[in-house]
């Protein structure tokens, strides 16, 4: 669920202090989106960007399985196809992701 080498990796390229400052900017980031995805689902192409967006935040975090799901849905805007983009799956997985990160953290960087 998440990439703990790639948020090492990231630590590392950042430092300390500005991960410990990406972290709840990148949680804010993708929270407002995904409520805002409701609202985009009637345009694939907005619907589309939106979960780019969300694809690459989640990568740069880590949340590897997140990730997986905007590209997925990604692919399905870019085909044209919002009425099969499950919000309440796309959610979920964030919140899972986000409780998963922030539960572990603490005991990956002390590693």
């Avoid at 409520?35 to 990568?59: I, K, V």
Wanted: with cysteine; proline share 5%.
């Amino acid at each position: 669920m998440i990439d703990w080498p790639r948020v090492a990796e990231l630590r590392d390229e950042i430092g300390v202090t500005e991960f410990d400052e990406v972290v709840p900017l990148f949680l804010q980031e993708v929270e407002a989106t995904i409520a805002d995805l409701p609202l985009l689902l009637h345009s694939a192409p907005e619907t589309e960007a939106a979960l780019h967006s969300l694809r690459g935040s989640a990568l740069n975090l880590g949340f590897s399985a997140f990730a997986a799901i905007c590209d997925d849905y990604e692919k399905t805007a870019s085909a044209g196809n919002t009425a099969g983009i499950d919000m309440t799956l796309i959610a979920g997985l964030y919140e899972q992701s986000r409780e998963a990160f922030l539960r572990d953290l603490p005991n990956q960087i002390a590693a």
